[in-house]
């Protein structure tokens, strides 16, 4: 009903930047918070940043000036410019909203994830 799509990882040298994209779509009524987790091998998935619906961000304290959550509400995405990355960002990155369904069910949605390789 509703599907997520992540785009814009790589391969990318320390220091460097990227730019991740999540674009929603589906039956969807609107959406609430929309966020960014990430998954390195070996560990388990973590929260990297989230944005209400009024564009209220919160971040986990390793992508604290570095990373910045953005949404377009007209358009059902959400981005994550990341700066300054280090190879401890090697991860998979996975898109998450909060989904008011055409039928008024909230779901949280997850997409298939993007991999973000930072080489030292």
């Known amino acids: 009903q509703v599907q997520l799509v992540e785009s814009g990882g790589g391969l990318v040298q320390a220091g460097g930047s990227l730019r991740l994209s999540c674009a929603a779509s589906g039956r969807i009524f609107s959406i609430d918070d929309m966020g960014w987790y990430r998954q390195a091998p070996g560990k388990q998935r973590e929260l990297v940043a989230v944005?209400?619906?009024?564009?209220?961000?919160n971040y986990a304290e390793h992508g604290k000036g570095r990373f910045t959550i953005s949404r377009d509400n007209a358009e059902n995405r959400v981005y994550l410019q990341m700066n300054s990355l280090k190879p401890e960002d090697t991860a998979v990155y996975y898109c998450n909203a909060q989904v008011v369904t055409d039928n008024y069910n909230t779901m949280a949605y997850w997409g298939k994830g993007t991999l973000v390789t930072v080489s030292s």
């Open positions: 944005i209400t619906y009024r564009g209220s961000t």
